[in-house]
């Protein structure tokens, strides 16, 4: 028989191999004074520093250690991906494995889900150890975010969160998108989004696997999150949209140009050959956008009709 995990603690890591020990120890030391049933699963994302072989000793003396260990660096959101797929526990744990996220929140967290009854509670590193060079670009990112998604959330990128196993069993965390789990989960129908002040650390070994180019990757990332929350279930309406506007434009300038055209012809006034005005080259571009973006909305709703997600519903009741 299945026996019923109170925690799943999942933790990424790529090349960490002096943390691991520390960590696991601290993990279950934590578990052991709350008297948690847990398992932990580490993933190791293709480090090459010998995590591996420590994941394997350490498995000799806390049996409730799994491992999973990729091929190559797949990056941190494929590494979540295949740790929410296996993890069993009520609620599911997410940290970093370079010991900045302390395990001693573990409980707070969990309390938080069980009792307050969240989908979903963030961590927030409201003071935090890293350089500046990395908190004042975190600080606008999640400002823009808080903005853009209507979230509240301090630090959507935070690697220490909480979550109700259904949480993670119905989203899809895909590409870099590890830094908008809250919003995904919020897409998926989980309204109760909340945020603990977590402590931090600096970094004990180590360094960061993630340079400047994250800031560039976020923002991308961010537009793509958004504008698949909007649109991402009907694409005509965005780009049919945005056609049916240019395509008005266009037609309503060229019957404009020959109107006037016209009107001048019939009263004898001096004209300019169509092909000289300015307006008519925009007419002429707006068409061919307009024609474009409808088609590129037809192909949306062509992919989306295939696509595997397109009938997810998250049922919250049943009678
Ligand atoms: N990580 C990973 N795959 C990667 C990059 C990072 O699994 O390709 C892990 C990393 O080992 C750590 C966590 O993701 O456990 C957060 O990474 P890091 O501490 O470098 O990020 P930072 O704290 O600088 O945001
Ligand atoms: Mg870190």
């Known amino acids: 028989m299945e026996q019923k995990l109170d925690i799943s603690v999942v933790v990424p890591l790529y090349n960490e191999v002096e943390s691991l020990p520390e960590l696991i120890a601290w993990i279950d030391r934590v578990m052991l004074d709350n008297q948690l049933s847990y398992e932990t699963i580490l993933i190791d994302d293709g480090s090459n520093d010998g995590s591996w072989t420590v994941i394997e000793q350490l498995q000799a003396n806390y049996p409730t250690l799994r491992g999973i260990r990729f091929a190559r660096n797949y990056g941190k959101s494929a590494a979540l991906y295949c740790g929410f797929d296996a993890a069993q526990g009520e609620v599911v744990i997410t940290m970093d494995a370079d010991l900045q996220d302390s395990p001693d929140e573990i409980p707070e967290l969990r309390r938080m889900i069980i009792e307050d009854g969240y989908d979903l509670v963030s961590g927030?590193?409201?003071?935090?150890?890293?350089?500046?060079?990395?908190?004042?670009?975190?600080?606008?990112?999640?400002?823009?975010?808080r903005r853009a998604s209507g979230i509240r959330l301090h630090d959507f990128n935070c690697g220490l969160k909480a979550y109700r196993r259904k949480v993670i069993k119905s989203i899809e965390v895909y590409g870099e998108m590890h830094r908008f789990i809250p919003i995904l989960a919020r897409k998926a129908g989980f309204r109760h989004i909340g945020e603990k002040v977590v402590e931090h650390h600096a970094r004990k070994y180590g360094h960061s696997?993630?340079?400047?180019?994250?800031?560039?990757?976020?923002?991308?990332?961010?537009?793509?999150?958004?504008?698949?929350?909007?649109?991402?279930r009907s694409p005509m309406y965005f780009f049919g949209g945005l056609g049916t506007l240019m395509f008005l434009f266009g037609g309503g300038t060229t019957i404009w140009i020959i109107a006037t055209k016209i009107w001048k012809q019939l009263h004898e006034m001096p004209l300019r050959p169509v092909t000289e005005q300015p307006l008519f080259y925009l007419a002429i571009l707006a068409i061919v956008l307009g024609v474009q973006l409808f088609l590129a909305g037809f192909l949306g709703e062509l992919i989306n009709r295939n696509s595997t997600d397109r009938n997810k519903y998250l049922i919250d009741k049943k009678l």
């Open 124 to 145: 927030w590193k409201k003071k935090r150890y890293d350089p500046i060079g990395k908190r004042w670009p975190s600080k606008f990112f999640n400002w823009t975010a």
């Open 209 to 232: 696997k993630f340079g400047l180019e994250r800031m560039l990757k976020g923002y991308l990332d961010l537009i793509t999150v958004l504008f698949m929350s909007y649109f991402g």
